[in-house]
């Protein structure tokens, strides 16, 4: 069955790191755009990143853009999120997904994982 399991959250202090990773199983990896959101408490899951099928095209949100970075290793079926220079209002669970079709839509993408929560202090 199809699973996406992400690893890496934590607590960190405001301008810290984290890298997490997202290993995928179950469909044909390499087919798949991938994504990282994002959901605080109280609100709504937004997108953060996405990578396409190649590596080779990246999309960032403007919040986190210049700090974070995607990437992927189709050998390893596995995405990352490098995340740097965190601030507390990164604090949220991250969710990484797979899509077929390029899009920065939560509905738009097919399957997901369970989250990892990061948290930032200040």
């Known amino acids: 069955q199809v699973q996406l399991v992400e690893s890496g959250g934590g607590l960190v202090q405001a301008g810290g790191s984290l890298r997490l990773s997202c290993a995928a199983s179950?469909?044909?990896?390499?087919?798949?755009?991938m994504g990282w959101f994002r959901q605080a408490p109280g609100k709504e899951r937004e997108f953060v990143a996405r990578?396409?099928?190649?590596?080779?095209?990246?999309y960032y949100a403007d919040s986190v853009k210049g700090r974070f970075t995607i990437s992927r290793d189709n050998a390893k079926n596995t995405v990352y999120l490098q995340m740097n220079s965190l601030k507390p209002e990164d604090t949220a669970v991250y969710y990484c997904?797979?899509?077929?079709?390029?899009?920065?839509?939560?509905?738009?993408?097919?399957?997901w994982g369970q989250g990892t929560q990061v948290t930032v202090s200040s």
């Open positions: 990578i396409g099928w190649g590596a080779g095209s990246t």
């Open positions: 997904a797979a899509a077929v079709t390029i899009t920065t839509i939560p509905r738009h993408y097919n399957y």
């Open positions: 179950g469909f044909t990896f390499s087919n798949y755009i």
